[in-house]
């Protein structure tokens, strides 16, 4: 079992490493759970995911959802876009 925690250890202290390198550390807790389902959600499809999926795959209520994404949409982090496809939804696009 320690090697268990020794692991998840590890693997936390790279994921912190990789939000100072991304300069990420100022997101509060439900920005970065957001931001990383958006990535998630973003290996799945090459067009966008629709802000339905991150509510859904993130667990958070859709107002959350929707506030935080304007921040990092505000941050530059994310993009903010309308589907062609069903224009009462909205696609998020990460920057590069």
């Known amino acids: 079992m320690k090697e268990f925690y020794k692991n998840i250890s590890d693997a936390l202290a790279m994921l912190d490493g990789l939000e100072k390198d991304l ?8 920005e970065l759970k957001v931001f990383y389902t958006v990535i998630v959600r973003s290996e799945c499809n090459n067009y966008g995911s629709n802000i339905s999926d991150i509510v859904v795959n993130s667990g958070m209520s859709r107002s959350t959802v929707y506030k935080t994404l304007r ?3 505000q ?3 994310i993009q903010l876009h309308q589907s062609e496809e069903d224009g009462r939804e909205s696609l998020v696009i990460l920057n590069n």
Not at 23 to 30: D, E, Q, S
């Open 23 to 30: 300069n990420i550390r100022h997101l509060t807790p439900n």
């Open 71 to 73: 921040k990092l949409s």
């Open 75 to 77: 941050e530059g982090i």
